[in-house]
T-cell receptor, first 115, second 110 residues
Framework: DTGVSQDPRHKITKRGQNVTFRCDPI?????LYWYRQTLGQGPEFLTY????????KSRLLSDRFSAERPKGSFSTLEIQRTEQGDSAMYLC?????????????FGSGTRLTVV | RKEVEQDPGPFNVPEGATVAFNCTYS??????FFWYRQDCRKEPKLLMS???SGNEDGRFTAQLNRASQYISLLIRDSKLSDSATYLC???????????FGSGTRLQVQP
């Protein structure tokens, strides 16, 4: 297992377009998290899955954002009708059940630029 | 008030110097604490957990003061390779995900 994988690494899109990002967690990890990070800020929590269940969503996750983890393995994050303010690094992380106590592992992120 | 607050820096120090960062958190019932390191345009990586008794890993020492709700990270004998942003991270009670500070930038100079 090579860790958490995210695809694509970079995405440039025009305002108003839809984009979808994929995250493949570490295989034995049942917990998956999406964060967003802008320049000069720390990662901000977006949403959390335990297996296939989406158990928490941040207020940052507007109705243009949707995330899925259909079989409890990989996850997708879709942004509809992108806006320039959506430009950020989107980070995925995974952990086992001890993640809140022992920390979690991040993927390399998807850098989104909305022009 | 932010849940986790850090001085953004940058801290510019010469090689070999000792440097310390502090971080304060607002949720007094927070249960676990970490320092992550983030290199420019890379993902955050776990540096160390922070225990009530304090912990040390080589040149790095982390301390927790629950009464004052702050966490510290001490780096001794700084190396050029220590240049990065250091993120203070807290597990707030009742939340399902870790909360990150905005980070403190360290630049070690030759």
């Amino acid at each position: 297992d090579t860790g958490v994988s995210q695809d694509p690494r970079h995405k440039i899109t025009k305002r108003g377009q839809n984009v979808t990002f994929r995250c493949d967690p570490i295989s034995e990890h049942n917990r998956l998290y999406w964060y967003r990070q802008t320049l000069g800020q720390g990662p901000e929590f977006l949403t959390y899955f335990q297996n296939e269940a989406q158990l928490e969503k941040s207020r940052l996750l507007s109705d243009r954002f949707s995330a899925e983890r259909p079989k409890g393995s990989f996850s997708t994050l879709e942004i509809q009708r992108t806006e320039q303010g959506d430009s950020a690094m989107y980070l995925c992380a995974s952990s086992d059940s001890g993640g809140m106590d022992y920390g979690y592992t991040f993927g390399s992120g998807t850098r989104l630029t909305v022009v | 008030r932010k849940e986790v607050e850090q001085d953004p820096g940058p801290f510019n120090v010469p090689e070999g110097a000792t440097v310390a960062f502090n971080c304060t958190y607002s949720n007094s019932a927070s249960q676990s604490f970490f320092w992550y390191r983030q290199d420019c345009r890379k993902e955050p990586k776990l540096l160390m957990s922070v225990y009530s008794s304090g912990n040390e890993d080589g040149r790095f020492t982390a301390q927790l003061n629950r009464a004052s709700q702050y966490i510290s990270l001490l780096i001794r004998d700084s190396k050029l390779s220590d240049s990065a942003t250091y993120l203070c991270v807290v597990n707030p009670t009742g939340r399902r995900a870790l909360t990150f500070g905005s980070g403190t930038r360290l630049q070690v100079q030759p």
